[in-house]
């Protein structure tokens, strides 16, 4: 069964996952990381993306950005993905896949999960019980987005912007929303969105996107299609 093309669209922002192969590490020393970030950094400027928020785990990597054109996360990701793997190949005296496949992803509403999203990734270090709070990881974005640490990668989505006038405004009003973990079902569902190459949204949101891509953007319905009486 051919794989479903990517949904994407310029200007809309788009979460990402990419995975070890195997779920096996992909980053083992602290140089493994500064590589990583450099080359994003490169790379998201050279392919037109504009990256809000990143975390960068042991065996896989989330990323939220605006691509500007349709083949723009595509391409940032494909030069991403081989430099680092060189780099690793190299360094490591190791030779084959890097990467589990296709990277995952899904185009996100502004309005009503955009910020969600954000909080989504700079909280896996927690989750993942490698820290109690999202300060205290140094390979994620919540530094810059919360306590205005520099960060040449990132590039404010107009959301957060809105989070106050002044940036110690919004970095006070983004740390606000760290004092509660997200909700289950809000995880449960950038989880399925992501894996499933889905539109995170409401149901307004998911028939605009149908509608713009021309394509199915949400999960399909189990069984077989009911006949129709004559």
Same mark, same amino acid.
């Given at each position: +069964?051919?794989?479903?093309? %990517?949904?994407?669209?310029? &200007?809309?922002?788009?979460?990402?996952?990419? #995975? &070890?192969?195997?779920?096996?590490?992909?980053?083992?020393?602290?140089?493994?990381?500064?590589?990583?970030?450099?080359?994003?950094?490169?790379?998201?400027?050279?392919? &037109?993306?504009?990256?809000?928020?990143?975390?960068?785990?042991?065996?896989?990597?989330?990323?939220?950005?605006?691509?500007?054109?349709k083949s723009s996360a595509g391409?940032?990701?494909?030069? =991403? $993905?081989?430099?680092?793997?060189?780099?690793?190949?190299?360094?490591?005296? *190791?030779? $084959?896949? !890097?990467?589990?496949?296709?990277?995952r992803s899904c185009i996100i509403?502004?309005?009503?999960?955009? !910020?969600?999203?954000?909080?989504?990734?700079?909280? @896996?270090?927690? #989750?993942?019980?490698?820290?109690?709070?999202?300060?205290?990881? *140094?390979?994620?974005?919540?530094?810059?987005?919360?306590?205005?640490?520099?960060?040449?990668?990132?590039?404010?989505?107009?959301?957060?912007?809105? =989070? $106050?006038?002044? @940036?110690?405004? %919004?970095?006070?009003?983004?740390?606000?929303?760290?004092?509660?973990? !997200?909700?289950? &079902?809000?995880?449960?569902?950038? %989880?399925?969105?992501?894996? $499933? @190459?889905?539109?995170?949204?409401?149901?307004?949101?998911?028939?605009? +996107?149908?509608?713009? =891509?021309?394509?199915?953007?949400?999960?399909?319905?189990?069984?077989?299609?009911?006949?129709?009486?004559?």
């Open positions: +069964m051919p794989r479903r093309p %990517r949904l994407i669209y310029p &200007g809309i922002p788009l979460h990402i996952i990419q #995975r &070890g192969n195997n779920r096996q590490a992909c980053f083992f020393a602290d140089d493994d990381y500064l590589f990583y970030l450099d080359w994003l950094d490169e790379y998201a400027k050279i392919s &037109g993306c504009a990256v809000h928020a990143f975390s960068l785990m042991t065996n896989h990597v989330h990323l939220l950005l605006t691509p500007a054109d391409e940032l990701m494909k030069r =991403l $993905g081989q430099r680092y793997v060189q780099y690793i190949n190299r360094t490591y005296k *190791r030779s $084959g896949t !890097l990467w589990e496949g296709r990277f509403q502004q309005e009503n999960y955009f !910020l969600a999203c954000h909080r989504y990734i700079e909280l @896996n270090p927690v #989750r993942a019980k490698m820290v109690e709070h999202p300060g205290e990881y *140094r390979w994620s974005s919540y530094r810059t987005n919360a306590q205005g640490e520099s960060c040449e990668i990132l590039s404010h989505h107009s959301i957060y912007l809105l =989070l $106050g006038t002044t @940036n110690n405004e %919004r970095q006070t009003a983004y740390r606000e929303l760290f004092r509660f973990q !997200l909700e289950p &079902g809000i995880i449960d569902n950038i %989880r399925k969105a992501t894996n $499933g @190459n889905f539109a995170l949204g409401n149901d307004r949101f998911q028939d605009e +996107m149908a509608q713009m =891509l021309g394509r199915r953007v949400k999960p399909g319905v189990a069984g077989r299609p009911r006949k129709r009486k004559e």
